[in-house]
């Protein structure tokens, strides 16, 4: 195969209950065989131990659910983004299904090099311990937060990671917010990654 005809796309998947506890590796093989099952061209790494080209994005801590997932695939035939999420959707469970899915070249720069920021939301119980002062935050890398009341007295905190703390275990977050503030591992509920942002178009 000529190593120029390859045809690279960037996708985003869902991973919400209950695949929100698949390792990176288990995540791996999941579209692994999922393209396998779809019959699509996928290109593989040339050597004694050929793998399928894929490359995903900064792994999601497990049991954190996740509404933006990303992975970037190569083919070795061209076809329409449409087709390939119509395609893969019809092999997947709807907790994974890809949402999104972009043509892009081949030198366009990785998932992990294209993102900026990282958006999580932690979902708090308001059980009459949260004060309005959310506390100091020393850390820089913290570029916003939003509050606000949802049903069933949960308060939902909103917080966006500048490229230092891309990796970061969002649990640790807790850290940086004062005790008083009721904003703690004790009244949270749920973790999400809602968001990426990003430092180029996906387009292509």
């Known amino acids: 195969m000529n190593l120029l005809d390859r045809y690279r796309y960037r996708c985003r998947h869902l991973k919400l209950v209950p695949f929100h506890l698949l390792s990176q590796l288990d995540l791996n093989r999941f579209w692994d065989r999922a393209l396998r099952r779809a019959e699509l061209p996928i290109a593989f790494s040339q050597g004694f131990n050929p793998r399928p080209l894929l490359s995903f994005g900064p792994a999601t801590v497990t049991g954190v659910i996740s509404w933006t997932e990303c992975l970037d695939m190569t083919f070795y035939e061209s076809i329409e983004p449409e087709q390939i999420k119509n395609l893969l959707n019809s092999q997947v469970p709807e907790a994974m299904r890809i949402v999104e899915i972009n043509s892009i070249p081949l030198d366009f720069p990785s998932i ?93």
């Not at 993102?115 to 850390?139: A, E, P």
């Not at 970061?168 to 940086?176: I, R, W």
């Open 112 to 204: 992990m090099k294209s993102i900026n920021s990282v958006q999580y939301v932690f979902i708090f119980k308001d059980d009459g311990k949260m004060s309005n002062h959310h506390g100091f935050f020393s850390i820089e890398d913290i570029e916003e937060l939003e509050r606000k009341k949802l049903e069933n007295q949960k308060c939902m905190v909103s917080f966006l990671f500048k490229k230092k703390n891309i990796l970061m275990n969002p649990y640790k977050s807790l850290e940086f917010i004062s005790k008083e503030s009721g904003f703690n591992r004790e009244n949270l509920l749920e973790v999400i990654k809602q968001n990426y942002h990003w430092s180029y178009s996906v387009e292509g």
